[in-house]
């Protein structure tokens, strides 16, 4: 039976480079979908509002594994060949986007109708509205929230073991199977997360506490 040591450690800590990667997929790909539901929820058009909404119910309210679950499994069922990569970057995807989309709606409603009027009385369309005026004061509103939910994101990813993607998790289950030490090596792998998460938890809380000052001002 094998112990664990360093080369078990370099293993494990080889898989974060996949956790990064798919945690870079699922952010950039649920920025694109969530900035896109999120002008759909704010929009004028009743049937974006709705087709946005549900959407966002729809994965805000079933759990980010059996998402991965009906993608993984599902996909087959169709006659589609699907790997664990393109599984797990679908599944994060549309799940950041759904809740990605929900917090900037919340950062676009929070700019005071103030500006939203003055925009309209420069008949500037909803585009250029959203372009010239709302979107840059929604961006420094949804800075800290968005990378708080980065965190979010880089946990989730864990889950993706479920379905045999090789990132620190199942790098961790794999190496706890050969050698039957689960405390030194999922104490490894809870380290390895806090390592990377921490940090962006600390600018998450730096960016908002800056953000309250400059609004005592």
């Avoid at 594994?65 to 169709?78: C, H, M, T």
Wanted: net charge positive.
């Amino acid at each position: 039976m094998r112990t664990f040591g360093f080369p078990e450690f370099l293993f494990i800590l080889e898989a974060a480079q996949w956790t990064l990667a798919l945690s870079a997929i699922a952010f950039v790909g649920g920025a694109i979908l969530g900035l896109a539901i999120a002008l759909a929820r704010t929009s004028d058009n009743q049937a974006a509002r709705l087709l946005s909404t549900g959407f966002i119910q729809i994965f805000q309210g079933t759990p980010l594994l059996l998402q991965l679950f009906l993608i993984f499994f599902g996909a087959p069922v169709l006659g589609l060949d699907i790997n664990p990569w393109i599984a797990a970057g679908i599944a994060l995807v549309l799940n950041s986007a759904a809740f990605l989309g929900e917090i900037w709606r919340g950062c676009i409603e929070a700019i005071p109708r103030g500006q939203w009027e003055a925009a309209e009385a420069l008949n500037l369309n909803y585009g250029a509205r959203m372009r010239d005026v709302v979107l840059p004061q929604a961006f420094k509103i949804a800075l800290p929230p968005t990378v708080g939910y980065l965190v979010q994101i880089i946990k989730g990813t864990s889950l993706a073991a479920i379905i045999g993607f090789t990132e620190i998790t199942r790098a961790g289950q794999i190496i706890n199977n050969a050698t039957f030490q689960p405390l030194h090596v999922f104490t490894t792998v809870a380290a390895i997360y806090f390592a990377i998460c921490w940090p962006l938890s600390l600018l998450a809380a730096r960016m908002e506490r800056k953000r309250a000052r400059a609004l005592a001002r």
